[in-house]
């Protein structure tokens, strides 16, 4: 700083106290040029009303951008509470129709459906996912013919119908990816005789986009799309999703204790790319990574790899259980946490957004674009 700079500040800063003497006299100024930097960008401008802020919004939220996931069961019970997914439900056939007449009411357009198979209908082939007249196909089958507006995906893994509780056939104490993409393509040829409109492979087997590519497309349903998990984690955050299907692997000698053979290992990103190009090059409509917010960097490295593609994100169930745990205890705003959270994930490159908090957010958006 030279001589005359340091004059400079001198004055400003004598100006400001004399200034600041004048205010507590007389109150603010009308204008506080006398005592303005000349500062050429200024980010503050854009932010100084409501309308300046809505006019440079770079992201926004709407409920056509979010699927539902729902449970489905065979109960009595109209809806059975999720313990640790306060406000989640495991629906009947009954009980999902109505609550996807709420959902579609408030502008969602799709649903991503799970079935709680009964435990004695589970075995190691996970051979009910293949009975047409299985509770899932019939929960398909009524949604569409209720709401045949409502986009249905469905899931395709294993683990709700096998009583190993893995993704994929177990044998020698082994996932065998082969012999479980025969079963994937066949539940997904099911799926969508029952009315799908996107099966959503969530198994992460090796090849199985392109297994159900061909399976769909030899039984004639070139128009069923694929959703694919294309980078799903091997995520301590799914622990609600196992309570409520009872889906868990099994702790049994030969069965694997978890599912690190073919979910991604947390540490990597990289490595989501190998599968975002197997997936593409297979056929998949639409990307996914999964869980949500742990995972932000995936979803972007995704997006910038393959802007063209349309990718998801799902903001799984021990994200909204963390939420809901939080929002009980007092400690956070649910609306604006939600909403705050919600939006990151499409700021971060994601398209679709497949959240519990569904429902909730689109009522809080209608209610929002209500006031203004
Ligand atoms: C398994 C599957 C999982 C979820 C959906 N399908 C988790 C798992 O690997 O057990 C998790 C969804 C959630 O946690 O919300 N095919």
Redesign the pocket.
């Known amino acids: 700083m030279n001589r005359l700079e340091r004059q400079h500040l001198k004055n400003v800063s004598q100006m400001d106290m004399q200034k600041n003497e004048e205010d507590i006299r007389e109150g603010p100024p009308a204008s506080s040029q006398a005592s303005a930097w000349h500062l050429v960008r200024r980010p503050r401008r854009l932010r100084q009303s409501a309308a300046h802020r809505a006019l440079v919004r770079e992201t926004h939220l709407s409920a056509s951008d979010f699927i539902a996931?729902l449970f489905v069961e065979d109960g009595a019970a109209a809806a059975s509470p999720i313990a640790a997914m306060p406000g989640q439900y495991r629906y009947s056939v009954d009980g999902l129709v109505e609550e996807a007449a709420a959902l579609t009411r408030l502008g969602i357009p799709g649903v991503a459906l799970?079935p709680a198979i009964r435990p004695d209908l589970k075995d190691t082939e996970a051979s009910h996912a293949l009975r047409e007249d299985g509770l899932y196909p019939r929960a398909i089958r009524a949604l569409k013919k209720a709401h045949p507006d409502l986009i249905v995906a469905t899931?395709v893994?294993l683990?709700p119908y096998s009583s190993d509780g893995h993704?994929g056939v177990v044998l020698g104490g082994r996932i065998d990816n082969d012999r479980t993409l025969d079963v994937l393509a066949a539940m997904a040829v099911v799926q969508a005789r029952a009315g799908a409109d996107f099966v959503a492979p969530?198994?992460m087997m090796d090849g199985r986009v392109s297994a159900i590519r061909y399976a769909l497309d030899k039984a004639g349903f070139t128009d069923v799309g694929i959703l694919s998990y294309t980078a799903?984690y091997a995520s301590a955050?799914?622990?609600?999703?196992?309570d409520a299907l009872s889906?868990?692997p099994r702790p049994r000698a030969g069965v694997p204790a978890d599912?690190k053979t073919y979910?991604m290992d947390p540490a990597n990103r990289a490595e989501a790319l190998v599968e975002a190009e197997l997936d593409v090059a297979e056929g998949a409509d639409i990307l996914m990574v999964?869980?949500g917010l742990p995972y932000l960097d995936v979803v972007s490295a995704l997006k910038a790899r393959f802007p063209a593609i349309p990718l998801a994100v799902?903001n799984?169930?021990?994200e909204?259980a963390m939420v809901k745990a939080a929002v009980a205890a007092g400690y956070l705003d649910e609306r604006a946490v939600v909403l705050e959270t919600l939006l990151s994930m499409k700021r971060a490159g994601a398209d679709i957004i497949l959240t519990?908090h569904a429902k909730d957010a689109a009522i809080w958006l209608a209610e929002d674009a209500e006031r203004g």
Do not use: H, L
């Open positions: 996931p799970f899931d893994a683990d993704d969530s198994d799903k955050f799914y622990g609600p999703f196992r889906s868990a599912k979910q999964k869980p799902y799984v169930s021990g909204y519990y």
